[in-house]
């Protein structure tokens, strides 16, 4: 059986639009619609105790940063993809040489 921790929280992170989904789930939500309002979400999240937060990649301009704050914040970060963010191409060859340990 496997046990969850009860230590921190989850909250989501997103356009009002978006995060009521998850809401709708029982998860805690932020808005925000803009990196500036990401930002200051992650800081919000902290103090109401939250210890992973997920944020809508359509919000994001700049991951590095964001991860680096929530880093400092002590908190994990995932940046959930949505069909509003910016398509990144995929190397194929490249994927493979790193699955295999050659990349």
């Not at 992170?13 to 992650?42: M, P, V």
């Not at 109401?48 to 301009?61: C, E, F, P, Q, R």
């Amino acid at each position: 059986m496997i046990k969850l921790s009860t230590e921190g929280k989850m909250l989501v992170i997103g356009d009002r639009e978006s995060a009521n989904l998850f809401k709708l789930a029982g998860i805690s939500i932020i808005d925000a619609y803009t990196q500036k309002e990401a930002e200051e979400g992650l800081k919000k999240a902290k103090e109401k105790g939250a210890s992973l937060v997920v944020v809508l990649k359509h919000i994001v301009n700049d991951e590095n940063s964001l991860r680096n704050l929530a880093n400092s914040l002590n908190l994990t970060l995932l940046i959930l993809p949505t069909k509003w963010a910016k398509a990144e191409p995929i190397n194929i060859d490249k994927l493979l040489a790193k699955a295999l340990g050659m990349g």
